[in-house]
Structure formats: C-alpha cells, structure tokens
C-alpha cells in the first residue's frame, strides 16, 4: 500500500469516528461554565458530618475536580466540579478522632447512588405502586402550599404531622419550630433503635435523659450487657478508639472486658469471657453482682440503687445461688466476676440493644445504672459520665422529646380518619421498620396527602403523594450536637462539601421556602432566607454564650467553625451528674414477657443491628451490601442464627433454607450455624428484606421486624423488639452467600465442560 | 505494617477504607456467590470451642507484601514483581491473566476480574483518580495503596525533608478506629512499625512457609493488670 492510500483510508476512518461521537448522546449535553475554582488532579479536603447512624462522627471529605452530568436550572449538562472521592474521619473532631467506622467509609455511595430521586416526584399509580411522574419544583411547592393552605384555611392546622426519623441540632429546632408555628401537631420521630429506655433509666437515676459517654480508656474492668458498643450501639468510633487504649494504650495494664448475652455480636467476640444469659435477665445479672459486692462489703453501698426494690437489704433475692436458673449463669461465675469487678477499679458496666429491648428493659437499665453507682464509677475517670449541653438553644432541643410515637399517631389515623389530613415524611421508615401489629401501613393508607423529602423511594416514601428529594448529606449545610461520645461540648457544623448533583432542595430549605410562601406568623417564627442563614444566626448565639474565647468576634467564630467541622469546647469537663429524678415506689423486676407459648414457640427470635446495614437504612449501598458480616462473611442477603447442637437435632446445615415462625408471620432465610448462640435462641439481622428501596436493596433476604410480635416497654412505649417467641423448621435447600465462595451447584461453565 | 489482633473488633472499617480508596468494583450476588468478590483486605474469623465456652478471633488478612513471594516467581510476564522497595506489585497492563499468582499465594489475597468492572452511573464519580481501575482478565491485590506511598514520598521530597513516621497510611490503617494496624519503614529500626515488630507478641501469618512475609502480626492477648511493665 502507498503512503497515500494509507493516509486516505486513516482519514476515511477518523472521519467515522468524529461522526460516532456525535451519534453520543453523551457529547451532545451542554457544557456549563465551572461554578468552583478548582486545581485537576488536586485534593481539597473539606469538612462534613457523617449522618449514616447516630454517633455524629465528623468527616472530612476529598474532594478533586471531575466531570459531571447535573441538572441546572431544569437543563441537563455537563460541569466540571469538585466531585466528594473519599471521606475519612476528621482529626479534630472529638467524636471519632480522625477514624471511621465501615458505614461511615459507606457514605460517598448515597451521593452518588444511581437510583436516588433526581427530581421532584408526583405519584401517578395508586399508592404504593411506585408509579410517578417527574415535575418542576414550582409545581411541586405548588402544590405542597396549596395543601398546607387549605388546612389554615379550614382552622385545621392541627391536623398537619411530621414523621421524621430522630434530628438533633439546629435542623430539629427548624423542624419543630415549623410546626409548632404553623400550629400543627408536634413533630414525631421515629427510628428502629430507639434509645428512649436508656435516656429514661439515665433521666431517673443521674438527671441526664441522654445515652452515656463511657470512658473506656481509663477502665480497668469492663462488664457489656448486650451492648454492641465496637459495632453499632451509641458512638461506636469513639468507643472503638477508647476500646484500643483499654487494651494497648497503656503500658503494663490491659483492662478485661466481659460481654453478656445470649448471642454473641461483634463486640461479644472481642471480649475475654462471653457469658451467654437468659434473654431479659440482664439486669438480674447485674444486680446479682451487686448482692456479692454488697453481701462481701467489697465497696461501701450507694444511694443510687434507691430505685431498686430490696436494694437496702442487701438485695437478698438476687444471690447468685438463686438466681443461677433464671439467668443460666453458674453462681460461681457470677460470685467471680463480681469481686474481680472489685478489685479492679476503675470498673465500669454499660447496657443496651436487646438487653434493652425486653418488656423489662428499663428494670434492666436502671440495674445497670444502680451497679455503676455501686463500682463507683459515675462521673469518674474510667467510668460513664454525660456530654454536656453547647448553646442553650441547642440543648433546649436536644433534650425535648417529640414525645408522641409512631404507634400513637397510627392509632390516631385509625381511630379517627380526619385525625391526620397532610403529613410530612423526612427520611423515617416506619412501614419497613415497625412491626405489622402497630398497623403503620394502613394508617399512613388513609392519609389524605403524604409529601416526603426522601432521597430515596424506600416503603414508606412509596406511599407519598409527592416527594421534595433533599439533597445528599455531602451536598447540604449540616449541624449536629452529638448526645454522646465526647468529654467536650460539641457543635459540628459543615457547609456542603460539593455542589449538588440532581435537582434537588435542602428540606430545610424548602420549609423556609413554604414558610415565605404561607407567610403569617410561620414566615415571622422562620425569618431566614436559607438554612445557612439561620445557622450562623444560632453560631452567633452559641459564641456569645461559649465561644468567646475560640474567636474575637461572631463572624470570626463562624468561619472557623465552617473550616474545621464545628466547634468544640477546648477543655474536657463531662456534666455533672445530678441527683436523678427518681419518682415513685422502687423499682422491682416484673421478669421479661415474651409473646408465643413456650411449647409451641420454643425459640426467643433475637433480632440484631447488622454491622453493615444498621436498621436496614444503608441496604441500598453496594459496599455495604457486599462487605462480608463479620461474624459469618455473609454478604448480599439475610441469615438466621442457630446453635450448632439444636441446628444438629433438628437436621439443619449450614446455608439450609428455614422457615421462622412466630404468631405474627413467617420468613424464610438460611441457615447459619453457630456455637457463639444460646440454644433456645435464634438471631437474625436487622436491615434486609426491603419491598423496594433500590435495585441492590430490592428483594432480598428477610426481614424479621415483621413477624415481631407488638410489644412494648410500658414505661416507654418504645418496641420491645427481643420479646417475640419462635419456631423454626427446615424447608429444604437455601442459598447463602459467603465471602470465599458458597456454590450449591456447579456453576454454568462447569457444566459445559 | 504491624496488626495488633488484641485491638482488633473485627469491625471491617479497613475492608471498606479499601474498596473506597482503590476503586475495587462490587461484583453483585452471583458473582459473590463463585468465590469472586474481590476484597483486597479481609477480616476472617476463628470459632474456637463449643457453648457456652466460646472465643472468638478475627484476622484482618491483606497481600503480607512477602520478601520471598511465591507469586512472583510464576508470572510469565514479570506483572507480578518486587520494587526495589520492597513492595509486592502487580503491573496491570503486563497481566495476561494466568492467574498463575493467585494460585501460588499462600495467602488467598490475589483477586481474578472475570469481567470488566461495572459502576451504575453515577456512581463511576466516586472512583479516586490516583488509582487506576483494572480490566477484564486481569490480576488485582492490596498495594499498600502505592498511591499514598508515592504522593507522601514526593511531598516530603518537595519540602526537602525525609518522610515521618507515621506521615503515610494507607486507607486500611487511616480509617482503623482501634488503631490496630501502623505502617511505617521497617528499614529504619526507630519507626513504630520496627518497635512493635519487635513485641514477644510478633508472629507471621504462615511464616514457616519461608515466605517472609512483611506483615507482623500481634497476637491476642489475656487479662494481665498490674504486672511489670512490658514492652509491647
């Protein structure tokens, strides 16, 4: 070939190749004009809260410049903007130091799911068919107005309901104080893992209604009641980091750790003894260690255990001789264990999960909390102590209680239909996360009109009339005030970290827009243009009540506070722990209720937070999804636990499918074989089994809040979510898919060959 | 590097670190359900004894970077070799895909892309520019994300400085909330990495193998307080 041909053909092909990129649709998009002034191939590392679980770690984010298809003014393009590429935990930040847990690291892939609502949405099908149409945020907040209108109209302002899933900070003052100006009911929260027991135990016997700060660093001897504190339970970071110093930080002294419960968790694996009790007997446990403290006058005694019946007799029915049946622990160990505890102060016990989660749970907490009292070890190095309070606005907040419960207001819907006409929904999942008996689903069915500010169409979100999508946590102005986890008053604060992707509004944003549009006394109460607006209006207030020493002026404060993640008081001072509130007769141990009799049900079905997907609000993330489980590398789907002994009686295998029964249904999940389990209890974990939610959440494996039997707390009205009796039997051939490969049948290839 | 098992929770923060900061792409259930999920770093786990007597231990296991690597004397193509620092790599545009390697590692740490790497738009964004994303056919490992290495090295070498101890850590080490994993330079006996190395705790994961693997790991420990002050 010549020179020439070969040029002439070469061109003829670039030629077909210029024209195949025009067919791209890709290349036909607008290209907008930069909107940030970024450096390729440089990393700004940005400031920003992690919201994946309720701990309230700060994050920083890395952020390079990519290329991106966004949404601007209704028009799809493309921009070249800082793109979030990895978060990791913020150095500074005294909840998590610098650390991450996995669902923390999980947090980019919400910004960036595929299947998040870019835009605002109309339900077209019936409800709950998933059925909607896209349309503009004017038609959207049109609509919105014109509902929230017609009840102020109708003097029916009463009949407007917040559902949301528990805030803190500066966006539950906005919240609250939208709807207590627009006069409608109070806002209610709701989440699965409800700390309501342990907030009430710590209001009645310390004064704090808030979940504990432990100070694992300093102890010597560490006693967890079911609390799965190195996985999922209250600040686990910064317990983490804490649980490092208990055994390595310190030279010569590596602190024992002792977990109680029925089934062994994450944190239960790390410990030197797992001692496996009856389900609902921990408090007994706990105050049978007290007995032999007192009964062998090893500490002096305390007052704090006034609100135990028999407390200043020595506690006489709780000796461990007669308590070895119910609590299934040996008298020997528990005689033990209690003069090691001791002996080796700083001793410290802390209680939660599904300890907490039994009809007796309080009695459970407030044993706990008496024991503390008794190893000395309240507000004491070593010990549990309370975070104290940042500004007064933000402690006003944090501790009112929405009060009323999602069961309330499904009980309101039901009794009288007209009770509910407009609800607001902002990322609470109760029809995935209650179970059927509280009849949240039906209720939420007769609701005139729903709007929800999901990001994503999780079960609850598809029963909307209308979806407002927030944006993403990365892409928003967040606050929060962490109740726990810190010797120091903190207030997170982070601006967005990256511009938004999709047509999306902050939802505190948009209340503020609804508000200016309702006008009145709710555009008066929520004078603010934007929620930044109304941040450095509460910063200004927090610097001149705590700050003043941090900065020389407000604005001073409100910057720094925006470039490092927040502000946090420079020394430790833990609150003070008051009196308590204790009210009433002492309390006395009605023994846990379980719901299915014990013949027909033989099994206590003990349902856990998942270390990956939390309540089942991260299934839709693919890492989350694929990361195996740390105690069977189960990955992409659910499982149900069994002793290897009963699992032997009954012919069960490992990866057999079972079918779980109780009074309120069946589920189907397989099998994994453990010993690291009672034998009268079977375990499964929480967070699978979505009816939608996303394509990697959709459809897969079980989810056991729905055969949970309807019980509650009285003290509380929280669920009892560890009170539901079971049955299991094998069904036949299941499929479970553990890291390392599980193959049930040769795969296609093989069988080619 | 240096893993204390005894800080170790088996938490998983650092196999999530990894997927995040290497652009390691999720396979999907049945993929998952071959053997073909890639998790460069693991967390596996030990059930010891029956009920009610039951320990529990977790390993985090990642590529042990070995002196004497049986990975890499069977490449055909030199994909899998030693830098001159030491470090275990793979060179991806040299893998012709024997997998050869992965069946030589001791260590099950070489994973196999029997596709090509699928992100659902958007979630391409997410991947980290430093690091590039691996094909069909080809071998991917734990580097000791190289990136970091490579970017500490150049901003120490701007500032005319040596690196730090502590200055570099790779996404596991960075993101670990008990802090069990350090990685530093074992050449320089000062560094961290080389005092805990040096802890009666030390062990190699298959050392007998003769592999000489670069990852110590220390052993769980049992209840001591107040004894004499140790070393570790």
Redesign the interface.
Known sequence: MERRDFLKISAAGGAAAALEGCGNPDHQLIRFIPEEDLLPGIAAWKPSICTQCPAGCGLLVRVMQGEAEVVRNGQLGIIKMGLAKKLEGNPNHPINQGRLCPRGQAGLQVTYHPDRVRTPLARTGPRGSGQFQEITWDDALKQLVSHLSALQASREEGRLAFLTTPLRGYRKSLVSGFAAAFKGAPPVEFAFFDDSVIRTANSSSFGHASPPTVDLGQSNYVISLGADFLGTWNSPVAQSIAYGMMRKGRPGQRGKFIQVEPRISQTGASADEWIPCKPGTEGVFALSLAHVILRDKLRPGSAAGASIEGWSQGLPDYAPEKVETQTGVPAATITRIAHEAAANAPAVALIGDGATAHTNGLFNALAVNALNALLGSVGKPGGISFTPAGASQTGKAASSDFGASVRALAEKVLSSPDAVKALLLYNANPVFATPPGWRVREALDKVPFIASFGSFVDETSALADLILPDHSPLESWLDDAPPSGSARTVASLAPPAMMPLHNTRAMPDVLLDVARQLGGDLAKALPWKTYDEALQAAFTTLYREQGNKAAKDADEFWSKAQEQGGWWSAEEKPAGVGAGKASGAPMRNTGPQFEGAAGEFPFHLLPFAAQMWYDGSLAHLPWMQEAPDPLSSVMWGSWVEINTQTAGERGIQQGDLVEVASQHGTLRAPAFVTPGIAPDVVAMPIGQGHANFTRYAKDRGANPILILAPMTIAETGSLAWSATRVKISRVGKGKMVLFGGSLTEAPPESRHR | MVI?L????????C???C???NNIS????DQ??????K?WI??E?Y?E????D?????MPVLCQQCDAAPCEPVCPTYATHHTAEGLNSQIYNRCIGTRYCANACPY?VRFFNFYNPVW??????????DVSVRTVGVMEKCTFCVQRIKAGEIQAEAEKREVKDGEIQP?CV???????MVFGDLNDPQSEVSRMARSNRATKLLGELGTLPKVTYLQR??????????T?
């Open positions: 204390d005894d800080r170790c929770t088996g938490c998983e923060a196999v999530v670190a997927h995040a900061e999720t396979v999907g259930e998952a359900a071959r053997g073909r999920a998790h693991r967390v786990r059930y004894g029956e009920f009610p039951v320990k529990v231990k977790f099950n659902d738009k958007p979630l391409h964004l997410q991947l980290n520019p996404a960075q993101s670990c909330p008990t802090r069990a420990d049992s209840w001591h307080v107040g004894e004499d002050a140790r570790d």
